[in-house]
């Protein structure tokens, strides 16, 4: 399995049959979307029609099969949602024998129900931009603890290029928030079952 990273929350994960694009908005932000036709396009939040024609949109709970990778979605509170609301949808994404968290901008406070269907991750893609727009880097971190992943992969910081709706947090703070030491930074992630640590380690993925 691979991964990219483009910038927002927008992310490529990559097995041998299939590849998975999370929330390409990059359009909106100025930037180039990358949904390629075929590939599946999945999204955390609302969102607008696809640039390409993907092979399946997912964005909604549920379970999913494409080829060689099994999603599912989990219903959850968005960071600006009032309480009891569920506008967003959290992931729980295997393939190759590798387990793969998304949240998207939810808030910090996940139930026992939602830890239990997300269950034990390999992989945590968590946003780190905050200023009210999505998890700020403490919000992070409660996820973090509370997951306790082998790997952490911060998206949705400040980026030359993508304009938010709303400044976000630079990498650089976000990680000393974190107070976690980053692996080097690579450009495109290679994944495989016996890869990980058994301490949770934080991985910068360059833009692609």
Do not use: W
């Not at 990358?34 to 709970?61: R, S, W």
């Not at 919000?139 to 709303?166: F, Q, R």
């Not at 450009?187 to 910068?204: C, H, M, N, Y």
């Amino acid at each position: 399995m691979e991964l990219q990273f483009y910038g927002a929350n927008c992310v490529r994960i990559s097995t041998k049959k299939a590849g998975i694009v999370v929330d390409d908005n990059l359009a909106a932000l100025g930037a180039k979307a990358i949904l390629k036709a075929g590939e599946v396009a999945l999204y955390t939040t609302a969102h607008g029609a696809p640039l390409a024609e993907p092979k399946l949109v997912v964005d909604q709970p549920g379970e999913y099969e494409v080829s060689d990778i099994s999603i599912t979605g989990i219903a959850a509170r968005a960071h600006m949602d009032e309480a009891g609301a569920h506008t967003a949808t959290m992931y729980r994404i295997v393939g190759e024998d590798v387990r793969i968290g998304i949240v998207g901008h939810v808030h910090p406070d996940l139930s026992n129900d939602q830890l239990e269907q997300l269950g034990r991750l390999d992989v945590l893609i968590v946003p780190v931009g905050g200023y009210g727009y999505t998890l700020d880097a403490i919000g992070a971190l409660k996820v973090i603890k509370a997951i306790e992943p082998k790997m952490v992969i911060p998206t949705h910081y400040d980026l030359a290029g993508l304009s938010y709706e709303v400044p976000q947090q630079t990498l650089e703070n976000a990680v000393k928030e974190l107070g976690m030491e980053p692996q080097p930074a690579v450009a495109k992630l290679r994944l495989k079952p016996g890869d990980f640590s058994e301490v949770t380690q934080l991985q910068i993925l360059e833009r692609a």
